[in-house]
């Protein structure tokens, strides 16, 4: 099966539930997308993983690693950076952005294998605000990286692609919320 008809089907069956959420940004909304349910599961992280790499490489973007905001980025990081090994024609690391700095070690924000000047794709399980990727955006610009890009596993539809974009960062959507909510709907989940 598709990698990406595979996800759109697994979000539709996981993680879409209806009735009344408050978003993390406040936002009131009759549905919800607890992505983490599919990107966290054995079928999802290779769903995303190859259906990640499949969308980077179609659409040219060369990149030494990918990463985003923990933890909603954290899985969708790891499975294309795996989905790279497995494919082996170029190798893509994975990091972690923390939300802030660490009081001790080595008092990181970044995370991982990550290198100053990597050419970077910032992963994102949902986008609603796009503000968790800008914010992972700028700390990989702080330590001098080039974002080529942000890749979503969902897109929510709801002005978060467009204020990605209007910072000046293409935006990859591997599912939106309409086809994962038809989906859901015309197939009910058991649960």
Known sequence: MDPRVELVRLLAERSVKFGEFTLSSGKRSDFYVDARLTTMSPEGLRAVGAAGLGALRERGWEADSVGGLTMGADPVAFAIALASAVDGTRLLRAFSVRKDVKAH???RRIEGPFREGDRVVIVEDVITTGASALTAAAAAEHEN??????????DREEGGREAIEA???QVIALATAREVIRMARAHPSPT
Do not use: E, N
């Open 105 to 107: 070690g080595t008092r």
């Open 145 to 154: 990286a080039k974002v080529v890009g942000v890749l979503a596993v969902l």
């Open 167 to 169: 910072q000046g960062h």
